[in-house]
């Protein structure tokens, strides 16, 4: 029997981690001898004190936003995809070899920049594969295809910067020469540096898979993969081909978001360019219980909170470290998590999946049960 927790409950859950995970990190301030309210006031002047500081919130919070609806799909299919950081990797190294040998005149930018997002899409596509190929086909759990997959295309970069890519003059394993300027995508303006276009994009993505997955006989079958594979597979459900769609689908969205750390943040392709954003994409999204409705706004509170701790640094009054950020990231992501797993304990909801029948029995069509699929068999 499911025991659905009232409204007043379910906001308690929700409000009660976050009050915690701040009333542990301001114990951390006042630990160090210095003002909550200023870590706070610091935090917001770092963050929105001007439209240039502005910016930098949604100049991260524009690959944060890619990887995490990226992310939704795959948890949705039940797929930890921990090699999201080598997939922005890979497609900023596609867009990097695109910035230095499509040579376009700068009257054709626009479609430079397009032929430029869209090979860092097979870029982070052709990874994703990568780990979706060890995992259906070899049996190779996901997490340790990915870590594999994203330390080696870590040295891949390395190789590519110190090696064929390097300056001319000065090099080194710091970075490339800056791109041509036709590569580069443009800044809305000097006072808000941020590429509108990819705004859009963002937006664009955000309700191309929120209607995917809700709508469609696809985000369907990504949900029944993710509650149940063998069940779903007994209902005619293509099973490998869903979990390889949802590595690709979340492998071109990091591509995507690795391209723009190089052709905007950047304007050279460095080592660990992707700077962690994939692996806070996976804060994200654990965060909301892989609900994609909330995904825009915590990206952005997390990008605010990232963009504005810079100021505790250089605020005279704090001298604090930068990474006082991550941890009450890392706190609050903690705290929802355990919340969120004593909550499944004191109101359960039974498995609503059917078993699978025993040897020999015939598995029956339920009407209202998914389609058949195409008749992918089971492999033993």
Known sequence: MSLRPPALTRLFFLLLPIGISLAVAAALVIAVGRDPLDVVDALWQGAFKDSRKLGGVFNFWIPLSLVSIGLVVTFRAGLWNIGVEGQMMMGALFASWGAQYLLLDERLAPLLHVLLLCLAALGGMVWAWLVGALKIRLGVNEIFGGVALNALVNVI??????GPWQPRIGGSAQGTAPFPKPALLPEFAPTFPVNIFMI????????????????????LNLKAVGKNMRSAQLLGVATQRTSMSAFLVCGALAGVAGSYRVLFTFDNLRPLASGGIGFLGLLVVL???????????????????????????????????????GVMQGMLVLFVILFQGLRETLFPVPNSSPSPPSQGEESPRQPGRLPPGDGEAEQS
């Open 157 to 162: 970069s390395i190789y590519l910067i110190s």
């Open 200 to 219: 859009a994009l963002v937006a664009a993505a955000f309700f191309i898979i929120y209607v995917l997955l809700n709508h469609t006989r696809w985000g």
């Open 287 to 325: 965060l909301l219980s892989i609900r994609l409705l909330w995904v825009p706004l915590v990206a952005f509170a997390f990008a605010a909170i990232l963009t504005g701790s810079t100021r505790l640094q250089i605020a005279p009054s704090l001298k604090l470290d930068s990474s006082l950020a």
